[in-house]
């Protein structure tokens, strides 16, 4: 009963001991990350990035934010680029989803080198971790995109729902990183409480408009491996929403309590 209605949304999983294993640890690392950031274990990048022991982090090779997000990005932007010419593109789902990927990194670049204004740094283990997630996960939801075209086509098809979630989600995310790139000025390193846009509900709509966009990334593809690489995408930006909550809420004392981590009037 549960498989015919997950077939009623999504193509059979292939017979791949690739996309199987990328699938369970896809979401299972992403999952247990956001549990980390709940429980005060954060990734080092952005606000987090010189937390925990200083001695530990003395010894790690530190780099600056825009070179670390430079490559953290790019491995994964090449891999949507290579994606076009490794698979037929005459199906239009497999062409709509290497075409959202590739804007979706091509924008992070993009928002790397002429929007962020960073003020801190990222350990290079970090870095290298994150770009080895992201590049995995792109060529395996393209690989198991690719590998779905010889099955039949789910019977409830949402690709065109998933490319509107995917505007709506790329737009917003973009509007909100262009807010936070305005309330510092430049060589100004200090934490400032974010206006504008949904920050007067949310402290971050940048990850709910990215939550949006997987989702849509995910219905253009509607591959099992899509599907559980959005929902641990989710778990982790909820942590890391929880988690940058309570840093607000630690250092600002005039922070409003209304706003919400992540959904607004929610969570």
């Not at 789902?93 to 979706?104: G, N, V």
């Not at 060589?187 to 509900?201: E, N, Q, R, T």
Request: hydrophobic share 45%; proline share 4%.
């Amino acid at each position: 009963m549960v498989v015919t209605t997950m077939l009623t949304y999504i193509f059979p999983p292939p017979p791949s001991l690739f996309v199987t294993a990328m699938t369970v640890i896809s979401f299972t690392s992403s999952a247990n990350l956001g549990l980390s950031e709940l429980r005060g274990k954060h990734l080092h990048y952005s606000k987090f990035w010189n937390s925990g022991s200083k001695t530990s982090a003395a010894k790690k090779i530190k780099l600056s934010s825009r070179t670390g997000m430079l490559i953290a990005y790019n491995p994964a932007f090449l891999a949507g680029v290579a994606s076009f010419v490794l698979y037929p593109q005459e199906n239009i789902r497999i062409l709509l989803l290497c075409s959202a990927l590739t804007i979706h990194f091509f924008k992070r670049i993009f928002e790397v080198l002429f929007v962020h204004n960073y003020s801190g740094g990222m350990n290079l283990d970090v870095v290298s971790a994150i770009s080895l997630s992201y590049f995995l996960s792109t060529a395996a939801v393209t690989y198991a995109q690719y590998l779905a075209q010889g099955f039949p086509e789910p019977s409830v098809d949402l690709k065109y729902l998933g490319c509107l979630l995917f505007l709506i989600g790329i737009s917003g995310n973009f509007y909100h990183h262009y807010l936070l790139s305005k309330i510092r000025s430049k060589g100004d390193k200090d934490y400032k409480i974010p206006k504008g846009g949904l920050f007067g509900l949310v402290i971050c709509p940048h990850y709910l408009f990215e939550i949006v966009e997987f989702v849509g990334i995910s219905f253009i593809s509607q591959t099992l491996y899509a599907f559980s690489f959005t929902i641990g995408s989710a778990l982790y930006l909820i942590g890391r929403s929880c988690a940058t909550r309570r840093w607000y809420l630690s250092k600002f004392d005039h922070f409003p309590k209304n706003v919400k981590a992540l959904i607004p009037f929610v969570l």
